[in-house]
């Protein structure tokens, strides 16, 4: 059983590569998660998590994460991610949403910050605070756009 983690940061990052995987490993790289090992959470934060920007994680680790990220090779696209946090009150809990999509940063805001109100409403659980993080990027060859909540211990 893995334990719950204690710590979370929230980044988002476009970049270009060469191919999508370097397109997308280098966008990774940008958001400061590129040297360890992701594993695609779904979108529950754990109770008392702590915020914490400056968080070093170990190269190689496996990091628990919630992320949206897109890929095009369509030089001029617009491409976008977002990924969101809500905080209940009383640390209950919170939940994380996450977007990627052919639109503006801030279109993947607006959508991100609906989908927490939508999650909150439907748990019946007060929305006490919000934190989004978005990147956009213009394709020129192969472009990612990235945006995730990483958990650690």
């Not at 999509?101 to 999650?119: D, H, N, V």
């Amino acid at each position: 059983m893995l334990p719950t983690p204690k710590k979370y940061f929230v980044t988002a990052a476009a970049a270009e590569g060469e191919t999508a995987l370097t397109a997308f490993d280098n966008a990774l790289l940008k958001a400061r998660i590129g040297n360890v090992n992701l594993l695609r959470v779904s979108s529950i934060l754990p109770p008392n998590c702590e915020l914490d920007n400056d968080l070093v994680i170990p190269p190689g680790s496996l990091v628990p994460t919630a992320y949206g990220a897109i890929i095009s090779d369509t030089p001029g696209e617009l491409i976008a991610a977002a990924v969101g946090v809500g905080i209940s009150e009383k640390d209950q809990f919170g939940v994380i949403m996450e977007f990627s999509g052919k639109c503006s940063a801030k279109e993947a805001e607006e959508r991100i910050a609906r989908m927490l109100e939508e999650a909150f409403k439907m748990r019946g659980i007060a929305l006490n605070k919000t934190i989004i993080k978005a990147c956009e990027h213009r394709v020129e060859k192969i472009g990612c756009a990235f945006a995730a909540v990483p958990l650690w211990y």
